[in-house]
């Protein structure tokens, strides 16, 4: 079965840019999406089809998708981001799911 | 507004079976799939299946073959997974969300969930 992998844990500090990245065989083949979830919070889809924003999502999100690595880039990153993001992709009629990574703002 | 309520939380004895509710509303039933994810205090989210309110069709993860079960009630927007033979593993938070699938443009599908419902608990103890 298909997997993407999300490094555990990113820190960055205020104001500077975030780069989260999901890996996975051909992935720029696929779109993905990421989720934002807060403690105690459900998921929150921040970018969609690699690098679309819903409404309400602030822009300083984004996202890319090639090769092998998509990324979700958070700049001017603030105390607010901080929580743990997961990438998405869709194969074979399932959803992927990647194993979260924590982002830390410090 | 669109909104997934879903039903309250749950403890089970180890062997029984849970089913968990999801009602939607502010939008067309049929017209979107109904994920459900769950999520093991600790742990990242887990995929379980899909179901299409409209045609039925429906898709699980190979880990739950045997065990889930979804289904709905259109008549009232309400999508159901049960789970059985519960284990102490499936502790965890159930969660239902709203599934959106696309083709932009390159020949890939696009599949991402865009509303989500507050969660179920599950614990499974004896």
């Known amino acids: 079965s298909y997997e993407v992998t999300q490094p555990p844990s990113v820190s960055v500090s205020p104001g500077q840019t975030a780069s989260l990245t999901c890996s996975g065989d051909?992935?720029?083949?696929?779109?993905v999406s990421w989720y934002q979830q807060k403690p105690g919070q459900s998921p929150v889809v921040v970018i969609y089809?690699?690098?679309e924003r819903p409404s309400g999502i602030p822009e300083r999100f984004s996202g890319s998708n090639s090769g092998n690595t998509a990324t979700l880039t958070i700049s001017g990153t603030q105390a607010m981001d901080e929580a743990d993001y997961y990438c998405?992709?869709?194969?074979?009629?399932?959803?992927?799911f990647g194993g979260g990574t924590k982002l830390t703002v410090l | 507004q669109v909104l997934l309520v879903q039903s309250g939380a749950e403890v089970e004895k180890p062997g029984a079976s849970v089913k968990v509710s999801c009602k939607a509303s502010?939008?067309?039933?049929?017209?979107?799939?109904i994920n459900w994810v769950r999520q093991a205090t600790g742990q990242g989210l887990e995929w379980m299946g899909w179901?299409?309110?409209?045609?039925?069709?429906?898709r699980h993860a190979q880990k739950f073959q045997g065990r889930v079960t979804m289904t709905r009630d259109s008549s009232i927007s309400t999508a159901y997974m049960e789970l059985s033979s519960l284990t102490s593993e499936d502790t965890a938070v159930y969660y239902c969300?709203?599934?959106?699938?696309?083709?932009?443009?390159?020949?890939?599908?696009?599949?991402?969930?865009?509303?989500w419902g507050k969660g179920t608990a599950v614990t499974v103890s004896s």
């Open positions: 179901m299409n309110p409209n045609s039925g069709n429906r």
């Open positions: 051909k992935l720029g083949d696929k779109y």
């Open positions: 969300a709203r599934g959106i699938g696309v083709t932009p443009g390159r020949g890939a599908y696009s599949y991402y969930m865009d509303v």
């Open positions: 089809e690699d690098n």
């Open positions: 502010g939008y067309t039933f049929a017209n979107y799939d």
């Open positions: 998405q992709a869709w194969d074979s009629n399932t959803v992927v």
